[in-house]
């Protein structure tokens, strides 16, 4: 499955700290549910044979819903189960590196704090850039702050879609308006809500209209 811009409005990245007796599969299946556009699975925790099972359900999942499905930092099992791709940070394994492994329909996403990353990035061969943290985060202790300047001087850098990440929610996505971005990622917004298909809709709505703004 290829990536477009429209793909990347809602991109809901996973984690089970929110699951409270849930399943992920079910909590997946709720934000594509209410919108989602695309899934990340970011597993710390589980062995490989774990994370692999998973990986397989939850990409058959998106399937069913036409969502692009990626997995968080693993190329080798990205490769394993055929995810759409991956998407790596910087002290991950390198955009090029990465593209060689995956094949060339592959999407990779790689996440960048200036412009200098980004366009390397785009240079070898990233299909997105996830910018951030754009506000505070409790998701990522070691997320380094980017200010929204930053953010639309990478936007007017690179041509490929870039989506913000870190601590965006429903309260503050809008002040995000005019910087260039085609959607955004979260976790908590959608993951740690009570009722997450709601959240996702109203998420989505409110996202569209800081895109078009």
């Known amino acids: ?31 594509l549910e209410g919108g989602a556009t695309f899934v990340q699975l970011r597993e710390k925790e589980l062995d490989e044979e774990h994370f692999l099972e998973e990986a397989r359900e939850i990409k058959e999942l998106c399937r069913k819903y036409q969502v692009p499905f990626v997995i968080n930092d693993n190329v080798e099992i990205a490769v394993r189960m055929d995810a759409d791709g991956v998407h790596v940070g910087q002290s991950d394994m390198e955009a090029g590196d990465v593209r060689r492994k995956l094949g060339p329909d592959k999407i990779i996403g790689v996440s960048a704090q200036n412009v200098e990353q980004a366009l390397l990035a785009e240079e070898m061969g990233a299909d997105y850039l996830g910018v951030g943290a754009v506000f505070p985060t409790g998701s990522k202790a070691d997320a380094d702050d980017v200010s929204l300047k930053t953010l639309r001087a990478i936007c007017k850098a ?19 308006s005019g910087t260039g971005i085609c959607g955004i990622a979260v976790i908590s917004a959608i993951f740690a809500q009570t009722d997450i298909r709601k959240a996702a809709e109203e998420l989505k709505g409110l996202t569209e209209e800081m895109v078009k703004s």
């Open 158 to 176: 690179v041509k490929i879609p870039v989506i913000a990440i870190g601590g965006i929610g429903a309260d503050n996505v809008m002040e995000l």
């Open 1 to 31: 499955m290829k990536c477009s811009k429209e793909n990347l409005l809602l991109y809901a990245v996973t984690d089970r700290s929110w699951l409270n007796g849930d399943t992920l599969y079910h909590q997946v299946e709720q934000a």
